[in-house]
Structures are given as C-alpha cells and as structure tokens.
C-alpha cells in the first residue's frame, strides 16, 4: 500500500485560522478545498432551494391534489436504511399535513428490489389511489406500466442513475433524471423525499391550509425530520458535498440537543451510546447497520416502525429487536467472510498481489441478504470492485443468482455493468445503483460467463493507477496535538463518503506490543518524548526484525478513549510498516 500525503493550499489554511478555526482543523480542511469557515456552516437556510430540483413542484400539487381529496397513498420503500429513512420522513411528514397515508416493503428474497409488477399487485390490496416511491422506481417501467393499467397513479422520489428509458410515472423527481440542473447531484433518496416534502409544504401554504381549524399549530416543523435525514444520508455512503453535509449537521444537533426521534435515541441506547454526543459516525456504524439488519435478515417494517413511533417503549422494544437481528447478522457474515477469503487467496493462503480488475464471487450456502457487506470486504482486502452473489428467486422462478456490488474509486460500478450488458445484451437480467455499490440478477448457469465479461468490461474503464491501493492521510501531526481535546474537535466534525476523517502520518518508536483479544495489537508509541497508547485492529503486530531503532512509519486516527466513565486519547493505527 502506497502512503500518500494530501495536498492543501496553504492561502486557505491561514484564511479557516484567521477565521477562528483550530490549526489542526484549517488543515485538514484546507486538503478537503474548504476555503471559508462559512462553507462548514449548516444553517437550513444555506439549503439549495427546493425549486432546483426538477419537478418538485409538480409532486406537490399532486400530493396536495391527493390530500385535498382524501385519496389513499401509499409508499413502497426499499429495504435498506436510506428507502426505511425516506419512508419515515414522508409517513411522518404527509401525516403531520393531514393525508391518509400508508406504507409497503417488498420482500427482499422473494420480490426483490424496487416497484416490480408483483409488488403492485400486492399494493393494489391496499386499494391506494397514488404509490410514492422512496429510495427505488426510476427502474420500474415495468411496475409503473402495471400500476397504470390498474388506474393507480404513480409518483416516484427515487436518486439512483436511470436507465434508458424512464417509467411512464405521473411524476418523476430524481436529481440524476435528465434535464434535472439541481447542483447537488449526491443527493440520497431519504434528501429526495425531504425535498419534495418541504415542496409541499410550500404548495399547502400557499393553498391555506395552514390557517384552517385542522392545523391549530400552525405549519408542521420539517426540521424535526432532519435527524432522519442525516441517518439515511450517512449510512447511504453518498457524497457528503455542502448541502449534504447542512443536512446532516443539522441532523446531529437535534439528537445532541436531546430532541432526536425516539427510535434513533433507543438505537444509541441499546449499543450504549449518548445521544447527546452523537457523531456521524454513530449514524454509519451504529444506528445503520442496526436498521439494515431487519432489511438483509427479516421485514424493514420493523425498522420503518422504530423510526415512526415517537413511543419510547415502542421504539426500545424495536431497537432490542433490530440489535439481535445485528448480531445474527454478524454471525452470518464471519462464516461469508471466511468461505470468500478461501476462495481469493492462493496457495499459500496470501492474497494475490495482482487481482482481476473486477472479481465475481459465489457460494451456494451464502445469505442473498448479507452479500453486500461481503463485497464491501473483500474489495477493501483486495482493492477492487467485487460482486458476491447468492441464490434466488426472481419472480417465481428458480435457478438465478442475485449480486451486489461494490467498487473502488475509479470505477463507475452501474456504468460498467451497463457496458457489460451493452457486450452481452442477455446476460444480466436487471441491474441498477450508482458509481460505488450496484445490484444485478443474473442466471446462475451464466455466472462463468458473466465473470469473464465483468473482468473484461472493469479492466478496459479502470486506469492502472486507480488500481494501485493508497491511503491519503493528512501528514504528520504535532505532538503537542496528542490531546484528548483535539482527538474530541475531530470527533464532533461531519465526515463521511467524499469528505474522509482526518488520518495522520508520522513515524514512532514502538516501546511495547501485544495481542489483545485473539486479534488486536495492542501498542505503546513513543514521539518527541511523548508515550502514546495505540491500537491495531485486526492485526497480527509489527515484524520489527531489522527495523532500525524499533520505528515505525503509521498512518492513524486519533480517537477517544472511555473506559469506566475515564476518557483519554487512543491512536487508532490504520496502517503500519517497519523503518529499515
């Protein structure tokens, strides 16, 4: 792995200082091209305007048209956090406008994803009048068809690329549509739905229906629903450009301030976190994976409900319940985890220095519902997109395989897939997603096939250079900044997908280590006569045979610590190489 340093314009550096800004933070900063203090803020009134985002108008006259007239909507949500985030955020907000509004899931092992002709079947049961779509259906041609022939009008909230041809839906809002000019491209389909909703508001306002008897409160406040908003933004891995990351902060300074949904507040319970310190990455790897669990294992019903009830006791019993399911999840995973590993490495159980470009997985055994996270493994060990598939069913029909895919920087993950269908038109089945995480169905006879074609289609749209693993990190770090205040400031900053957390490099002395847990290294550092305690995870040590002195090079994060209720600064290692 190449160690590489971020660069950053020293101008900008001195201007976030002059600002006000701590020096550790102006540079950090400065290397993700932040020129002002004022493009950090995440006041809601910095938000891009809903009317840039094409067709928002349109689907608020449509639900107000439907609210007017009492008409039933439903939502059809996908089974992930962001589709379970989205449908809470309109559930709550439709509701709190005075329409009659419920919600439908397909079952991810037999339905799959999105609006598929069955689930409308399933849906007309319901007897709606309008189907919403959160998180899917800019793929759906063939569902909204259905819907349109059974008289059920059609709108679709959806962020993922289309294909070439858009389903024929009374409305279509998805800032990745063509002819959409909003500036925000990265927009995650719970940001979708927020924006219609605060379209809505804006067509009902001005209709005034706020100042009748029904709504004695006046307008209903969007801004609670932003906690959701920033939940579903993170766990996405969407690009947190400048209005994503407004959402998001607004989002933590609800539940820090104790005004979080009861859901997400029993989510960080039950895995004893304070919501009053909450972080993004609580959002990413607390509350999330939690959330997606009921989506990969069981019926994201049970999360929707979490996040829509505002009964502590209500939501407790669902966050126990999404917890276990986590846990199973887990499980399920280390034993996918394992089989796959065997599978990529060589003979002598090390991994090949030179992968293909593009790597397809499969075991017969392994659960259609966790092959996501498994590929995200694998393609972090292996440094380059993988797909794993599992066993499944499409549409009643035996004898197919359903992957998911994720990719590395460099890649266009749907665009490759598009190329490998333009190659071979009938290979893939369905297919869909984005630049970094992509799903397909494929029949399980075709996979040799289609692992030959995925090789070949990611080898000539990959540079060679993409294909060399790095890590940026943001260079050395003054040992008087070992401290437990700035290891909290880096904590309390939003970071995620595109806007990476600070990862230092500097070299140490390494005074002792050992194993910790079966499978930790456990270190004391030593720099400038400073003694630092630091962590490995999921590393075997440090050879230090030949090493001059004992030092290291080590590209870490600085973390806090708490241990019975004592906080201290810990460096989290991430990568690490002997000084020879």
């Known amino acids: ?256 301030s104790g005004k979080g949904k009861a859901g997400l507040v029993a989510l960080m319970q039950i895995a004893g976190r304070d919501p009053r310190k909450a972080t993004a990455f609580d959002f990413g790897f607390i509350m999330g994976p939690r959330l997606n669990a009921a989506g990969r294992l069981s019926d994201m019903g049970l999360g929707i409900e979490c996040l829509i009830t505002d009964d502590p006791a209500r939501a407790a019993n669902c966050a126990q319940q999404l917890d276990a399911l986590n846990s199973e999840r887990r499980t399920i995973e280390g034993g996918m985890l394992e089989e796959a590993m065997a599978a990529v490495v060589d003979e002598r159980g090390e991994l090949p220095e030179t992968p293909g470009a593009g790597v397809s997985l499969f075991h017969e055994t392994w659960h259609q519902g966790v092959v996501g996270i498994l590929a995200s493994r694998i393609k972090d060990k292996l440094h380059r997109p993988v797909i794993a598939f599992a066993r499944a069913t499409e549409g009643g029909i035996a004898g197919n395989l359903r992957g998911s895919g994720r990719s590395i920087s460099g890649l266009h993950l749907r665009d490759c897939l598009d190329l490998v269908s333009k190659r071979e038109p009938d290979l893939i089945l369905r297919f869909g997603g984005h630049a970094m995480a992509a799903g397909l169905s494929i029949r399980e006879a075709d996979l040799a096939r289609f692992t030959a074609a995925f090789e070949a289609a990611a080898a000539d749209m990959i540079a060679p250079a993409a294909l060399q693993k790095t890590l940026e990190t943001d260079g050395e770090l003054e040992s008087a900044y070992f401290t437990l205040e700035v290891a909290q400031m880096m904590d309390d900053q939003i970071w995620g997908q595109g806007f990476p957390p600070p990862v230092f490099c500097d070299t140490f002395e390494v005074q002792a280590q050992r194993i910790v847990g079966a499978k930790h290294t456990k270190l004391l550092l030593a720099k400038d006569g400073r003694r630092i305690e630091a962590i490995w995870f999921n590393s075997p040590g440090i050879p230090m045979a030949g090493a001059r002195g004992n030092k290291i090079r080590a590209a870490y994060r600085l973390s806090v610590n708490e241990y019975n209720g004592l906080k201290s600064v810990q460096v989290n290692v991430e990568q690490a190489e002997p000084v020879t």
């Open 1 to 256: 792995m190449q160690i590489l340093t971020r660069p950053y314009s020293e101008a900008d550096r001195i201007a976030l200082m002059r600002g006000g800004m701590h020096p550790v933070l102006a540079r950090v900063y400065a290397a993700r091209r932040i020129r002002s203090i004022t493009e950090l803020e995440t006041d809601p009134a910095r938000l891009l305007s809903p009317k840039l985002l094409a067709h928002t108008e349109d689907a608020a006259r449509l639900l107000a048209d439907a609210i007017r007239d009492r008409k039933r909507i439903l939502i059809v949500a996908d089974y992930d956090c962001d589709g379970a985030t989205a449908c809470a955020v309109g559930i709550r907000a439709l509701r709190s406008f005075g329409a009659e509004v419920d919600y439908l899931v397909p079952n991810r092992f037999e339905l799959g994803y999105g609006l598929s002709p069955e689930l409308v079947d399933i849906a007309a049961t319901k007897q709606p009048d309008l189907i919403v779509t959160v998180d899917n259906g800019i793929a759906s041609v063939e569902g909204v068809a259905h819907a349109n022939a059974l008289g059920i009008a059609t709108l679709v909230t959806d962020h993922h690329l289309p294909g070439a041809e858009l389903p024929a839906a009374a409305c279509i809002v998805n800032p990745n549509q063509p002819g959409c000019a909003f500036p925000s491209k990265s927009l995650a389909g719970v940001g979708v739905m927020f924006y219609v909703m605060l379209a809505l508001r804006a067509e009902l306002r001005m209709r005034g229906v706020f100042k009748s008897a029904s709504f004695p409160g006046g307008e209903p406040n969007l801004s609670a629903l932003t906690d959701l908003v920033a939940l579903g933004t993170v766990a996405d891995v969407v690009q947190l450009d400048a209005n994503n990351r407004i959402l998001v902060g607004h989002g933590l300074k609800r539940l820090r």
